[in-house]
């Protein structure tokens, strides 16, 4: 213990300012192994001694000091009130980096680079756990080449990414099929599915930085994809693990990623098992799927391996709309190409006339229409794959939809956590829906049709909201959005595009986001017209 003459020092907070005249957290406490190993775990955290005096400091932070109190610290209340006037500023700088992170995004890059590269980052979804990783990839050009496994439905999102934050080192290849073939990239994204037959390739190149998204796909021993990623991960120097979902509500899950990050400061397995899941041994085995001291094992994380952000916890660095825009692959790509090239070869035939598209409007509207549905049913798969995998974080989620086919596959897809509202759904029916998705737990998804459930409903209990099929009009993308961002919305609102790579809903949403853009800078101005968009959407394909 630390003692100042014959008073013992207890765990207290205060301000104090650093010889650059930026307020900081100053920590005294006694010196007993529990607290310094929370302490060193707060990111920034530095230690001083100075004759009979010794003391840490920490960033003046809200999630730092929502950690001092869990850890018992005394907050001294100027802390609270410096909190009010002080504004977080991003710790790192990166050189290079296209684009502006958030403070608590910076925060994030910085614990990846006091970790050096092995970490952790568990942000709730929405957050961008991809951002603050691919911004420690351009703070690092030398750690080449990296390798990227995801989901399938999100490969293509990384590539994207890459492309738009990173400025050097990012020439990317995404992985397809089960044949491999020769990889020269220095960035290679694959998904789990596929891992098993590039095993033999990818373990000849010599990555020096493993990515894991979604690591909680790995919790199973037996499968195939776990076996290949410890089999790659032997000799890759930095790992990152990313997962949104709450760990401490099944740990189990997360133990194949933090023991592969750092095997030192977490148990072995049986120990982790015994402590931390409540292990039984049944008739049929030995099960691992409870939880048990589950605040010990979140405070073993957060001091070793992992950082995590709550979005209420880093509300006020969020802007009120975020549009994200995530391409997924098509199943169909040779028939949805045979159909792009027709409509191609229509647009050269009338040379792209405002005269002509309007003499043969309703052929080409359905030249355009089969592409979309062609693309629809091409993503399906992968769409559902991405709702899936958005609510194993257990948060509600809204998706919009065009057409009664897409409601209906969806619907199967989720027949007991959701409710629709389509043109089949009747007047009396609406409030009863609306109240199940806002107040019943177990209803995790609404999905509706744009123009039956597009006005007069609120969907305050998400804020994500997925646009799964493109409208002609922005006024149709604008009142979906609309029905989450009402009074009652506690959080910022995100809206995901699932948008079929490389197709003609790329396009559409481009055009209809320049729309937006200007619909909402005329204020009581005209929406856009069908045909506006669709004489638009003819003039891109005539672009060289």
């Given at each position: 213990m630390l003692f100042k003459g014959k008073t013992k020092i207890e765990r207290v907070a205060s301000i104090l300012i650093d010889s650059n005249g930026i307020p900081i957290i100053k920590l005294t406490f006694p010196r007993d192994l529990t607290t310094i190993r929370n302490v060193k775990g707060i990111v920034g955290r530095k230690y001083y001694r100075y004759k009979d005096e010794e003391y840490w400091t920490v960033p003046l932070l809200k999630s730092v000091v929502k950690q001092l109190q869990e850890f018992g610290f005394s907050i001294d209340p100027k802390i609270r009130s410096s909190l009010e006037t002080y504004v977080e500023t991003p710790c790192i700088k990166i050189p290079g980096l296209n684009?502006?992170?958030?403070p608590f995004q910076s925060q994030g890059v910085e614990f990846l680079e006091k970790r050096e590269g092995r970490a952790l980052l568990a942000d709730e979804m929405g957050l961008g756990k991809t951002i603050q990783t691919i911004a420690y990839?351009?703070?690092h050009p030398e750690i080449r080449p990296i390798l990227i496994v995801c989901p399938a439905a999100i490969k293509f999102n990384w590539e994207q990414e890459i492309q738009r934050w990173m400025t050097t080192n990012k020439e990317t290849e995404v992985l397809s099929g089960t044949t491999p073939y020769f990889v020269s990239a220095n960035m290679v994204v694959i998904n789990y599915d596929i891992l098993q037959d590039w095993l033999f390739v990818?373990?000849?190149?010599?990555?020096q930085l493993l990515i894991i998204d979604e690591c909680h796909r790995i919790k199973n021993n037996a499968a195939g994809r776990t076996s290949a990623i410890k089999q790659i991960a032997k000799k890759i120097?930095?790992?990152i693990a990313l997962s949104g979902t709450p760990i401490i509500n099944r740990p189990i899950e997360i133990y194949n990623a933090v023991s592969l990050i750092d095997s030192a400061s977490i148990?072995?397995?049986?120990?982790?098992?015994?402590?931390?899941?409540?292990a039984k041994h049944t008739r049929h085995g030995w099960d691992f799927t409870g939880s048990a001291n589950t605040i010990e094992l979140?405070?073993?994380?957060?001091?070793?391996?992992m950082i995590r952000r709550l979005k209420k916890d880093v509300l006020k660095d969020l802007p009120d709309k975020t549009f994200h825009f995530t391409p997924i692959e098509l199943s169909n790509r040779e028939e949805y190409n045979r159909a792009e090239r027709d409509f191609f070869r229509y647009i050269k035939e009338t040379q792209g006339k405002e005269d002509a598209i309007r003499k043969c409007r309703a052929e080409a509207l359905s030249r355009v229409n089969t592409l979309k549905q062609l693309a629809i049913r091409g993503k399906m798969k992968q769409a559902i794959e991405w709702i899936e995998n958005f609510l194993e974080s257990g948060e509600k989620l809204v998706v919009y939809a065009w057409h009664r086919e897409t409601i209906d596959s969806l619907c199967q897809a989720f027949p007991s956590i959701s409710v629709k509202i389509d043109g089949r759904t009747t007047s009396t029916q609406v409030p009863q829906l609306i109240d199940r998705f806002q107040s019943d737990p177990s209803i995790l998804l609404f999905i509706g049709q744009m123009e039956a459930a597009g006005e007069g409903i609120t969907l305050t209990a998400s804020s994500n909201v997925v646009i799964l099929e493109l409208p002609w009009t922005p006024k149709n993308i604008r009142q979906p959005v609309d029905r989450l961002h009402r009074i009652g919305q506690k959080n910022a609102v995100v809206v995901h595009y699932l948008l079929a790579h490389n197709t003609v809903e790329e396009d559409i949403a481009v055009l209809l986001d320049q729309k937006v853009r200007i619909a909402d800078a005329i204020m009581d101005g005209e929406d856009t017209k069908?045909?506006?968009?669709?004489?638009a959407l003819m003039n891109r394909y005539l672009k060289p």
């Open positions: 684009g502006q992170l958030y990839a351009q703070l990818l373990k000849k190149i010599p990555f120097p930095h790992i148990p072995p397995f049986w120990e982790f098992a015994q402590r931390y899941c409540n979140h405070r073993l994380l957060t001091s070793t391996v069908e045909e506006d968009l669709l004489y």
